[in-house]
């Protein structure tokens, strides 16, 4: 059974600073890897959408890098801001028209 | 605005009533889900539809049944509501592009049973 862990499960930085959260997956013949984001009381947001055969996939300020080898990806968040607090979660699809297995997600507290 | 539609947003019931969490999408998805997120567990899925007429059970199935209505519409249903079932349910659908499956999740609906 495919188990997602999330490390840390709560992070505070200050304002500009640069960060990482880390996934890692238990079993590594995933078909993608996926990083979202949650706000308080919201539903989740796609953020990030790894291929299997990718290394890492950028959008602005975010990086995500996957190591499917090692089980492992982790999500770079630069030049951190206030409006970067919310939880983050890490999913995973098994094959093809599976459903993803989410982690527990980092929530993550950026200080002005 | 296109996307998944949960309603409603808040419900609380008393042990042993029924009722039915609806989530209607407007993105013409193939394949939806129910999913419960509970403090310090993460979102474990309940059912899931991979397409209109199929329904497969998730981690989580007991005490919850589905319905897929039509192509846009998935529902869950508690028959006799526990506690246990006190929880956030999210409703989401998802579709296969060129580098995988997109998902578009509900707001979510906050169940509380007494």
């Known amino acids: 059974k495919q188990e997602v862990t999330q490390i840390p499960a709560a992070l505070s930085v200050p304002e500009g600073e640069n960060l990482v959260l880390n996934c890692s997956f238990t079993d590594s013949a995933i078909y993608n890897l996926q990083w979202f984001r949650q706000d308080p009381g919201k539903g989740l947001t796609s953020l990030l959408l790894i291929q299997s055969s990718q290394r890492e996939q950028t959008s602005g300020r975010l990086n995500a890098s996957l190591d499917k080898s090692s089980g492992r990806s982790t999500l770079y968040i630069a030049a951190s801001q206030p409006g970067d607090s919310a939880t983050y979660l890490c999913a995973v699809e098994e094959s093809g028209n599976t459903p993803l297995v989410f982690g527990k997600g980092t929530r993550l507290s950026v200080i002005a | 605005n296109a996307g998944v539609t949960q309603t409603p947003k808040f419900q609380v019931l008393k042990t042993g009533q029924s009722m039915t969490l609806q989530c209607a999408q407007d993105m013409n998805h193939n394949s939806m889900y129910w999913y419960r997120q509970d403090p310090g567990m993460g979102l474990r899925l309940i059912y899931y539809?991979?397409?209109?007429?199929?329904?497969d059970k998730g981690e989580v199935p007991n005490g919850y049944n589905v319905s897929r209505l039509n192509k846009r519409e998935f529902s869950l249903r508690l028959e006799s509501a526990a506690p246990s079932q006190t929880s956030v349910y999210f409703c989401?659908?998802?579709?296969?592009?060129?580098?995988?499956?997109?998902?578009?999740f509900g707001s979510g609906t906050r169940l509380t049973v007494v």
């Open positions: 989401a659908s998802s579709e296969r592009y060129n580098l995988g499956y997109g998902y578009t």
């Open positions: 539809s991979a397409s209109e007429g199929t329904t």
